[in-house]
């Protein structure tokens, strides 16, 4: 326990900090004031103000230092910024002391800094990305009304810029001197991270480049990378998680279609998936229940993707990856265990082990032709959007892909149970899903037009190849793991 005496004016000591298990605690040295001791009470007014009303007794406030902001001591006054949980107007409560002991208060600011930011570093530099048509269209209002006042309260250098354009984001980020960044903020659906994933890629120090970590905060109709990594879409939570947060390696996938390479971080998906993702914005109108709508209309139909697919497994025993995935998350932060040996030795993006989609398949891939593929999904997170936790055994940098696909031809009811159980990810057990964990694939879709997502955007309806890089990638969690539904 650190605890400081913190005395006002000439009575005596008034109010009393201390720093206790992780909390900090604001007190009346005297609490409690005995009924008739007026003088105590009143006094304090004086002392904590912006906190308690002359009619309300001061009672002990008692904060998680987990929502402590930042701290100052200057002319007399100490300042402790900590969080509103609940108001997303005003998401910052200021603690203002008046006349503390300046000796003792110097020393309080640097215990409190410190011991509020035991895992993670303070006053970061930040590039922040707003994407103005995401979702609804809200970005601008969530980053001014609830990030920007979180991030300014955490003494934060923040400059801010919106995406002009679809494409913009990913020549700010090939650009930008990531020197002078301790990391990228993107306030914005799943897609503007893909395009900043991809600047940082397409630059000649690519390994380095995507070292500088990025931050999520859920402003698009696709949070699923938000949800994964915050288990919220509550925007003060999320920007808590990014103040709050520490630095955690992801894997990153290649994908090569035709001559280009580019990255994902999140998803690959064919089929009804795919489908609905990009197929239906002429039903933008009906808001999120336009993809329930379409995979359902898609089930009835009993529409086929034929395809064929070919995956480097490393497993496909759903018992083994249950365990593996439980036994993973037991472990501490993969930060301290895991490194990344191509981007320690290599300047641009690691090279392909696997070839492109121009090689041969390798010998020891298992190639199939699914006449009735329904749903091909890829995933590197858990969670798809805010309810559908697909991929619930995803772990950051743990090296692996999860592969998904159910075939059209089930039973009706079937399918229908299946994707309804996706929201607690008890599709997973369902003898329909087939589910392996791999470090490579190759999709051939065999019709001629149709939709091929990557993290949420159209990419051309060609074949593709993709291979996952162990720890390229670095984004800010709330802990180094993800947020999943696995109840089996
Ligand atoms: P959503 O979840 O709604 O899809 P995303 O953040 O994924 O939101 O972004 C959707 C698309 O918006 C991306 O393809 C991105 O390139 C594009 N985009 C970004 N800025 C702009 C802009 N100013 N005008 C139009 N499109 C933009
Ligand atoms: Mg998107």
């Not at 001014?144 to 679809?166: G, L």
């Not at 808001?287 to 064929?308: M, N």
């Not at 470090?439 to 091929?452: K, M, N």
Request: aromatic share 10%.
């Amino acid at each position: 326990m650190v605890s400081y005496q913190i005395l006002s004016g000439p009575n005596d000591a008034e109010v009393h900090c201390s720093i206790e298990n992780n909390e900090l605690r604001i007190c009346p040295a005297k609490y409690p004031p005995a009924q008739d001791d007026r003088h105590v009470r009143r006094s304090l007014d004086g002392v904590l103000s912006n906190c308690c009303s002359s009619s309300k007794p001061l009672s002990p406030r008692t904060i998680s230092l987990y929502e402590v902001l930042s701290t100052s001591c200057q002319d007399g006054t100490l300042r402790i910024s900590t969080i509103r949980r609940k108001n997303k107007k005003r998401p910052v409560k200021t603690y203002v002391i008046l006349n503390p002991t300046i000796e003792d208060c110097q020393t309080f600011v640097k215990t409190l800094w410190q011991e509020s930011y035991r895992n993670c570093s303070s006053k970061k530099r930040v590039k922040v990305l707003l994407n103005p048509f995401g979702g609804s269209g809200k970005a601008k209002s969530i980053w001014h009304d609830t990030v920007a006042p979180i991030f300014e309260a955490a003494e934060y250098a923040i400059d801010v810029q919106e995406t002009q354009y679809s494409g913009h984001a990913s020549e700010i980020a090939r650009a930008m001197r990531i020197e002078s960044y301790d990391m990228f903020v993107c306030v914005s659906g799943d897609g503007l991270p893909h395009e900043v994933i991809n600047g940082l890629a397409s630059r000649e120090d690519a390994s380095a480049a995507l070292r500088l970590p990025i931050a999520f905060i859920p402003a698009g109709s696709g949070n699923g990378s938000a949800k994964s990594i915050y288990d919220t879409q509550k925007h003060v939570d999320c920007a808590l998680g990014v103040v709050k947060g520490v630095v955690t390696p992801v894997d990153l996938l290649s994908v090569t279609q035709g001559d280009r390479r580019f990255m994902s971080y999140f998803s690959v998906s064919y089929g009804v998936i795919a489908d609905c993702d990009l197929g239906t914005e002429h039903l933008r109108w009906m808001g999120e229940a336009r993809f329930t709508y379409g995979v359902v209309q898609r089930i009835l139909s009993r529409t086929k993707y034929p395809c064929t697919l070919s995956l480097s497994i490393l497993s496909d025993d759903k018992d083994a990856i249950r365990r593996q995935y439980h036994e993973r998350t037991g472990q501490a932060c993969p930060e301290a265990v895991v490194s990344s040996p191509d981007s320690d030795t290599e300047l641009g993006l690691p090279r392909l082990k696997y070839g492109t989609i121009k090689d041969a398949i390798p010998d020891s891939w298992v190639t199939k032709r699914y006449a009735d593929m329904g749903t091909l999904y890829v995933g590197m997170m858990p969670y798809m959007s805010s309810t559908a936790c697909f991929f619930p055994t995803a772990s950051p940098a743990s090296g692996t892909l999860d592969v998904m696909h159910i075939q059209a031809s089930i039973p009706f009811f079937s399918a229908l149970g299946t994707v309804g159980a996706v929201d607690s990810a008890k599709h997973f057990g369902s003898d329909f899903c087939y589910y392996a964990k791999c470090d490579a694939f190759r999709l051939v879709p065999e019709a001629h037009e149709g939709y091929i997502s990557v993290d949420g955007e159209r990419v051309p309806f060609e074949p593709l190849q993709g291979e996952l890089h162990r720890a390229l990638g670095r984004i800010i969690t709330k802990n180094g793991q993800y947020y999943s539904q696995f109840l089996e």
